[in-house]
């Protein structure tokens, strides 16, 4: 089975371009993470869907980033204008969970820079 | 609030030595999960172990054991006879239950950064 799928695998944009990341979660799974990772913060929940519905985006830093689910295979993490304290690795992470945890499998990552 | 502490940062050994990463965690949740995940070089998130609180037996798989206290509230990982393959950041988690009820969100810890010499 194919796992957590993310595009691009690094990004570079200017400061104040609009930055789109990609997820396909693995099928059948019913929620979906997105997580940032920087050196300062280490790894840190941005937001998560469960059924294409967001559920939690405490995380998500300020109103230039937002996130979609239009359908249960595909996500979309968007910062728009992007600043350089935005360059991190951007994880997406998707799990199945009826009645207890189940394991949340990590995508490969998008690395984004900012100049 | 949830906080999970990994108080090493970076270890160095040299290859066959084995090597044990610790991990103390805070909840007030009953019922939690614990997790570690593995980040080689090349960047992803590998999946190594789940437990969840009500389960204290250690456990093996391979060369990788892991050891569970509630007591002193540890969730320890242990490398036996450690290889260069094994160099990577190590990643302890902690789950806490979510509005939905189920336990959704991780906590991680900062990460230790293991270094494996020939």
């Known amino acids: 089975d194919a796992g957590v799928i993310q595009s691009p695998r690094h990004e570079v944009t200017e400061m104040g371009q609009e930055v789109t990341l990609r997820c396909k979660p693995i099928?059948?799974?019913?929620?979906l993470f997105w997580y940032r990772q920087t050196m300062m913060r280490g790894l840190e929940l941005l937001i998560y869907?469960?059924?294409?519905?967001?559920?939690?985006d405490s995380g998500m830093p300020e109103d230039r980033f937002s996130a979609k689910m239009p359908n249960a295979s595909f996500s979309t993490l968007k910062i728009q204008p992007s600043e350089p304290r935005d360059s991190a690795v951007y994880f997406c992470?998707?799990?199945?969970?009826?009645?207890?945890?189940?394991?949340?499998?990590f995508g490969p990552g998008t690395r984004l820079t900012v100049l | 609030a949830q906080k999970v502490t990994q108080a090493q940062t970076e270890i160095s050994v040299v290859e066959k030595e084995d090597v044990t990463l610790d991990c103390v965690y805070e909840?007030?949740?009953?019922?939690?999960?614990l997790f570690w995940y593995k980040q080689p070089p090349s960047g992803e998130l590998v999946f190594l172990i789940r437990?969840?609180?009500?389960?204290?037996q250690n456990e093996i798989s391979g060369r990788y054991s892991w050891n569970f206290q509630k007591s002193t509230s540890s969730f320890n990982f242990t490398i036996t006879a450690s290889q260069v393959v094994d160099s990577a950041v190590y990643f302890c988690?902690?789950?806490?239950?979510?509005?939905?009820?189920?336990?959704?969100?991780?906590?991680f810890g900062k990460g230790i950064t293991l270094s494996v010499r020939p």
């Open positions: 869907f469960n059924n294409n519905v967001p559920i939690d």
């Open positions: 988690a902690l789950s806490e239950p979510s509005l939905t009820g189920a336990n959704s969100k991780l906590t």
């Open positions: 992470a998707s799990t199945r969970q009826k009645v207890i945890t189940d394991t949340q499998y």
């Open positions: 909840t007030r949740d009953t019922t939690y999960y």
């Open positions: 437990r969840n609180s009500f389960d204290e």
């Open positions: 099928s059948g799974h019913d929620y």
